[in-house]
């Protein structure tokens, strides 16, 4: 179990290096506070790489993943069209939004688990998953992927910090219609 949570951490976290989730990491950093963030990346990571050692498990590496490319492409250009309207808080709403973290661990977990939805970081755990041990795989490629994004939210914090608050949503914007574009032209090519 030791060597499969070892290398499937070094392999998820190297692949997670400038991968689309890690700077989606950043744009939501740049706008959350962190911990919600890393929070939801977690709970998304985990369900996510729990379904793709399950399947390596079962089916090993041989899914095609066309479909779901293309369906969180999709996801990802509302997600884009969402951020680009923006959302107007009233008072009370900025007072409550201050209060509780809930928006950005809902926002980032679904956010994220779509991401991850035929990733190259999917496909390596269930490839790790069909040859090694299926718990040290899901141990180790969770915490690769959670170590690797919040590297990401630590430099989103600090351009959050620096950064107007439209700079933050045109930038999030043109992040999520780059990402949904990939993902639609991966799952039909």
Not at 47 to 64: E, K
């Amino acid at each position: 179990m030791l060597s499969a949570l070892i290398l499937s951490f070094g392999v998820i976290f190297v692949a997670e290096l400038g991968d689309k989730s890690q700077l989606m990491a950043l744009a939501f950093a740049a706008r959350y506070k962190a911990w919600p963030v890393l929070l939801g990346i977690s709970i998304a990571t985990a369900v996510t790489h729990a379904i793709s050692v399950g399947i390596g498990a079962a089916l090993g590496a041989n899914l095609p993943t066309d479909t779901i490319a293309v369906v969180a492409g999709v996801a990802f250009l509302l997600f884009a069209a969402w951020t680009w309207r923006g959302d107007s808080l009233d008072d009370d709403e900025v007072e409550s939004a201050d209060r509780s973290n809930r928006n950005a661990v809902v926002a980032a977990s679904v956010a994220f688990f779509l991401a991850e939805l035929g990733d190259k970081t999917m496909l390596a755990t269930i490839t790790l998953a069909s040859k090694e041990g299926v718990l040290g795989t899901w141990i180790g490629s969770t915490l690769g992927m959670v170590a690797a994004d919040a590297l990401a939210i630590l430099v989103g914090q600090q351009l959050g910090r620096r950064l107007p608050e439209r700079a933050i949503r045109v930038g999030a914007t043109i992040s999520f219609v780059v990402f949904g574009v990939l993902l639609v032209l991966e799952g039909v090519r």
